[in-house]
Nanobody, 117 residues
Framework: VQLVESGGGLVQTGGSLRLSCAVSTSIFSFPDMGWYRQAPGKERELVASRRRYGSPYYIDSVKGRFTISRDNAENTLYLQMNNLRTEDTAMYYC????????????WGQGTQVTVSS
């Protein structure tokens, strides 16, 4: 199974980016998928997750700004990021789990998001 992220880049404060995670197999086989991020000198943190059914999860700092979605037909996971802040600067990783995202089974290689002031 391969997860390939894209969509990162350099954006100014207040700007938007849309991250994509293309999966080499049916994402329907993963009950839980999401996006982690890791900033320099900080631990990796779960930013948003979306189970096959149910409401999405977001950390408090991105609520109202980020939207996670799953496209089962395209086998792709998305993260729409609006009103970006400098503190959102990090490497963003797509993750997939057959059980729970607290212990992902698969990771992408990461895509860098840099927000400048």
């Amino acid at each position: 199974v391969q997860l390939v992220e894209s969509g990162g880049g350099l954006v100014q404060t207040g700007g938007s980016l849309r991250l994509s995670c293309a999966v080499s197999t049916s994402i329907f086989s993963f009950p839980d998928m999401g996006w982690y991020r890791q900033a320099p000198g900080k631990e990796r943190e779960l930013v948003a997750s979306r189970r096959r059914y149910g409401s999405p999860y977001y950390i408090d700092s991105v609520k109202g700004r980020f939207t996670i979605s799953r496209d089962n037909a395209e086998n792709t996971l998305y993260l729409q990021m609006n009103n970006l802040r400098t503190e959102d600067t990090a490497m963003y990783y797509c993750a997939a789990s057959k059980l729970t995202l607290s212990k992902p089974d698969y990771w992408g290689q990461g895509t860098q998001v840099t927000v400048s002031s």
